[in-house]
């Protein structure tokens, strides 16, 4: 699915509809820490439902359409704890929509790809059940080298069934981080140029008074 530009209507570019009522589900818990939150999270998404995800989504969509966004890309959480139910529910909804929306979901290794198992043969599951794009996010990895085996995975799945791929990059604070480089590098060297977006790159803000931005 491509979007050409010069069409009407607004876009969207990233938005977690899975995510749309999850504070809903937090209502009333007591946080101490953010490893605290993050467990949490865990044990709800745990319990999800394709259900309960694709009303969730819905309610979204409808948002969405209310206020003129007509091209939506949404990322879907794919790891071993909620399994291929996030990705199931947001299939329904986008398709239960296609007539009103342009949706595109991308796979999110939210958790990591290398040091999650079980996490890259989800991707490959969700993607055969028809999610649209394929992400990353390579700064959630052990080290520099496991970052760049978490890309190279991305583009094997991209090559696999033909898809674009939509990363988040460099999402920390850390001038060292260098992920964006590694994605430029194995998109000239896969062929992928046009295919690849890179976001959140807040990396920059650290580096950008001694880095040029190119």
Known sequence: MRWPDGCPGLRRAAYSSRQGADLRACAGQRVGDADEAIEILWEIKRNYTVEEIADRASRVLVRAIDNGISRLRTHVDVDPIGGTCPAEGLIRTRDGFRDLIDV????FPQEGIVKSPGTESLMRQVMKLGVDVVGGMP?????????????????????????DIDMHVDETDDPAARTLEVLAELTIANGWQGRVTAGHPVRWRATRETTPIM
């Open 104 to 107: 595109q979901i991308v796979a």
């Open 139 to 163: 700064f959630n990895e052990a080290s520099p080298a496991d970052s760049r085996r978490h890309i190279e995975i991305v583009f094997a799945i991209a090559r696999e069934f033909d898809a």
